[in-house]
């Protein structure tokens, strides 16, 4: 049986990613903003109408972090009142929603993993943002309604920490990064193949977590990265690596220190079996290199 998917912010990294894994039995509606803007409520419905999709994959999303604590109106209506639009509108048609979030709706420190059930608590516009788009999504499709939530996602395609640290690398005689800020790099590529196996198993609500297997701080990921490059012949020259702390680089929005998500469920519930993120940033570099 074919299962009609639109995907939104088709142009996106993982829009990208997810364009490049379509499953055989899947119809792909893919849309990116200028075919389908999500904050045009009619132009919205009428899409739906339109396609009557069974599953809605929204990858769509206001990612300026620190641009949205100047412009937080801006990052509500796309992660929250936009979603909670989406969320209304597939009732309606009685469609799956597919919801992609963040870890930036925690905060603080932990004890621990962070739990999907875990009380969330947003310190940026952007993560309060996406923690009201996520509510609105469980609240309004209950178990026809499924967040997925990831961290520190790159990819080949579009811009990420990966890509800009390789032109830092390039251009600077030394790179500093912050050692303090813990969490699990994921290729977008491994998140699109979770998000192929959720479309099928509907099943999997509420909310779930994937990243690639693994820690790291933004400096040990900074090393991977130069390390690896450099064996490709990405990097001419190796440029030191200076570790600094969070307070030696201050940005408008604050980051989560540590957010390492648990995944252990949502691979039990897919049936998948997690890769280590420095076998993705491997195959990732490999991309980039044959490119």
């Known amino acids: ?82 979603v909670a639009m989406l969320a209304s509108a597939a009732r309606r048609i009685d469609a799956r929603l597919i919801h992609t979030s963040t870890d930036f709706v925690f905060s603080g420190p932990a004890s621990g993993l962070r739990q999907p059930d875990e009380r969330t608590s947003p310190a940026s516009a952007y993560g309060t943002s996406k923690r009201d788009g996520e509510v609105a999504v469980l609240e309004t499709l209950g178990d026809r309604g499924l967040v997925m939530r990831t961290s520190w996602l790159y ?26 800020q813990i969490g699990a790099p994921t290729w977008a590529h491994g998140l699109a193949t979770a998000l192929w196996a959720a479309v099928a198993a509907p099943q999997v609500s509420g909310i779930q977590h994937w990243t690639d297997a693994g820690v790291a701080s933004w400096y040990d990921f900074a090393v991977a990265i130069q390390e690896e490059a450099f064996a490709r012949g990405l990097l001419s020259r190796a440029s030191p690596i200076v570790p600094i702390s969070t307070a030696d680089y201050p940005t408008p929005a604050s980051r989560p220190a540590f957010s390492v998500l648990d995944i252990r469920d949502t691979a039990r519930a897919l049936g998948l079996t997690p890769t280590h993120w420095r076998v993705q940033l491997r195959l990732m570099l490999d991309e980039l290199a044959n490119a």
């Open 155 to 180: 990819s080949s395609h579009g811009t990420n920490f990966v890509k800009t640290i390789l032109r830092r690398m390039r251009e600077k005689d030394e790179v500093r990064v912050v050692s303090d």
């Open 1 to 82: 049986m074919t299962v009609t998917v639109l995907l939104t912010g088709a142009s996106g990294q993982l829009g990208f990613e997810l364009q490049r894994r379509v499953p055989a039995d899947v119809t792909l509606v893919a849309l990116d903003r200028a075919h389908l803007d999500l904050r045009d409520a009619p132009a919205m419905l009428a899409c739906l109408d339109r396609h009557r999709p069974d599953v809605i994959l929204n990858c769509a999303a206001y990612t300026a972090v620190d641009r949205a604590e100047s412009e937080p109106a801006d990052a509500f209506a796309v992660n929250a009142a936009a």
